[in-house]
């Protein structure tokens, strides 16, 4: 069995642990693009939440664990899907969100303050309600849907996505960036319909007083041997 221990675990007699990096909305945001039946729209809006990560020595890191997040958009998603004379899809995106799914990320190695964390786990949050007109509403109703109901996302399953960023260590903060960018079908029971995109770019930071004072490595066991 594999065991990831992080400095949250091998360094928890010297307080070492995740450090927790809140979303700033002024400089972070989100792109919602929904497509139905070839017309897509797409929607913007600030983004809120945290970032928690571990790192083998956080005053100079040189591996990063993805530890957790909740990535939340801010905002009301509004969308118009203009299919011209054969009709009209109007929809709203409320309480769209990304968060971590299941166990801390393995390490993955920064190099000059970049990093990719691959697979990173997720599940998603939120409702799409949308009403069809004219054709558009038979053609929806033809693949067995409603002129006007709700997609909730927390009914889609667990997916993952590589998660690119940097970490860099300023005089009185941490900044940690990174870009999640997941396109998934809008009903996983007929991915012909459609498709939602959520592209997230994140600046998030966390005051340098919360680097410890001494570094402690990471390391990964397989059954109990370094």
């Known amino acids: 069995m594999l065991t990831w221990v992080s400095a949250a675990v091998a360094g928890a007699a010297a307080g070492i642990g995740g450090i927790q990096f809140q979303i700033d909305s002024g400089a972070s945001t ?14 913007s809006s600030s983004l809120t939440g945290y970032m928690t990560a571990v790192f083998n020595c956080p005053d100079a890191p040189g591996e ?3 530890e957790d997040f909740e990535i939340r958009v801010a905002e009301t998603i509004s969308l ?3 299919y011209g004379f054969l009709g009209d899809i109007f929809a709203t995106g409320e309480g769209v969100a ?3 799914d299941g166990p801390p990320e393995p390490f993955t190695p920064v190099s000059g303050g970049a990093f990719n964390a691959p697979g990173v786990d997720y599940i998603k949050q939120g409702r799409i309600d949308y009403e069809a007109s004219g054709v558009v509403c038979a053609t ?3 693949f067995g849907y409603p002129c006007e109901a ?7 399953p667990p997916a993952a996505a590589d998660l690119p960023g940097s970490v860099s ?7 940690l960036t990174g870009t999640l960018d997941i396109l998934e079908p809008l009903d996983p029971n007929n991915p012909d319909l459609g498709t939602i995109r959520i592209t997230a770019t994140i600046r998030a930071t966390a005051p ?18 370094n």
């Open 169 to 175: 260590v300023q005089p009185a903060q941490l900044v």
């Open 98 to 100: 990304v968060l971590h």
């Open 150 to 156: 709700t997609f909730f996302l927390e009914q889609q």
């Open 30 to 43: 989100a792109q919602v693009e929904l497509c139905v039946l070839g017309e897509c729209d797409s929607d």
């Open 80 to 82: 118009h899907l203009d």
């Open 208 to 225: 340098r007083a919360l680097i410890p004072a001494r570094c402690a490595s990471s390391r990964r066991t397989v059954d109990g041997e």
């Open 140 to 142: 929806m109703q033809s």
């Open 64 to 66: 990063i664990s993805i």
